[in-house]
Nanobody, 127 residues
Framework: QVQLVESGGGLVQPGDSLSLSCAAS????????MAWFRQAPGMEREFVGA???????????NYADSVKGRFTISRNNGKNTVYLEMTSLKAEDTAVYYC?????????????????WGQGTQVTVSS
């Protein structure tokens, strides 16, 4: 059973940067597909990006069009932690951000494709 704990959320202004962390325990995150989703009030949970192991310590990443070029997912396997670096933040990025993990998701861009979830961390972008 993998446990995920997100941290790093907060209130920032448009154009600012923010980094979120997802610490995993109960399993090695290096072997899992690790993803970030977000959910704004009244909206469905939305895919942000995912990191997938393709061999050894090599990972591929893919992102939603809405964040491509602004958000970056990285891993520190020694710390069993995954990060979401967010730059050029916009008001529409405001949401609760969730970390998710799955050993072998067949639908990595959908919430249903992940077995393990963190509790979420709030990101608010406002002037």
């Amino acid at each position: 059973q993998v446990q995920l704990v997100e941290s790093g959320g907060g209130l920032v202004q448009p154009g600012d940067s923010l980094s979120l962390s997802c610490a995993a325990s109960g399993g090695s995150s290096s072997r899992y597909i690790m993803a970030w989703f977000r959910q704004a009030p009244g909206m469905e949970r939305e895919f942000v990006g995912a990191s997938t192991r393709i061999g050894g310590n090599v990972y591929s990443t893919n992102y939603a069009d809405s964040v491509k070029g602004r958000f970056t997912i990285s891993r520190n396997n020694g710390k069993n932690t995954v990060y979401l670096e967010m730059t050029s933040l916009k008001a529409e990025d405001t949401a609760v951000y969730y970390c998710a993990a799955d050993p072998a998701s067949t639908a990595p861009r959908t919430a249903e494709g992940y077995a393990y979830w963190g509790q979420g961390t709030q990101v608010t972008v406002s002037s």
